[in-house]
């Protein structure tokens, strides 16, 4: 399994940016499909996926058109590039990444971050 650390959360204004980052510790990075799962209370989204190659990726609808997940395998980061950020993006981000899309996509990721909080503010 992977080893992942998230960091990059805090605290931000309505409409700020923020850009997450984990780095992951395997050495076999590459060949994982990674995603952010975000968790409120009860409730966990996964906000977006992207394939082990980077040329895939999927995104919640709550999500799409302000966040972009990218990756850097050489360097073994995943990102979350937030923009326009709302209050209702407030939650605890998680890295998590699996060796099946299809886990992947529907969030059951098999090895995950510690998470990192984000606050936005209104």
């Known amino acids: 399994q992977a080893q992942l650390v998230e960091s990059g959360g805090g605290l931000v204004q309505s409409g700020g940016s923020l850009r997450l980052s984990c780095v992951g510790s395997a050495q076999s990075f590459s060949d994982y499909n990674m995603g952010w799962v975000r968790q409120t209370g009860e409730e966990r989204e996964t906000v977006a996926v992207i394939?082990?190659?980077?040329?895939?990726?999927r995104y919640a609808d709550s999500v799409q058109g302000r966040f972009t997940i990218f990756r850097d395998n050489a360097k073994k980061i995943l990102y979350l590039q937030m923009y326009n950020l709302k209050p209702e993006d407030t939650a605890v981000y998680y890295c998590?990444?699996?060796?099946?899309?299809?886990?992947?996509?529907?969030?059951?990721?098999?090895?995950w971050g510690q998470g990192t909080r984000v606050t936005v503010s209104s």
């Open positions: 394939d082990w190659s980077g040329t895939g990726t």
């Open positions: 998590a990444a699996d060796d099946n899309w299809g886990r992947a996509v529907a969030g059951l990721f098999r090895s």
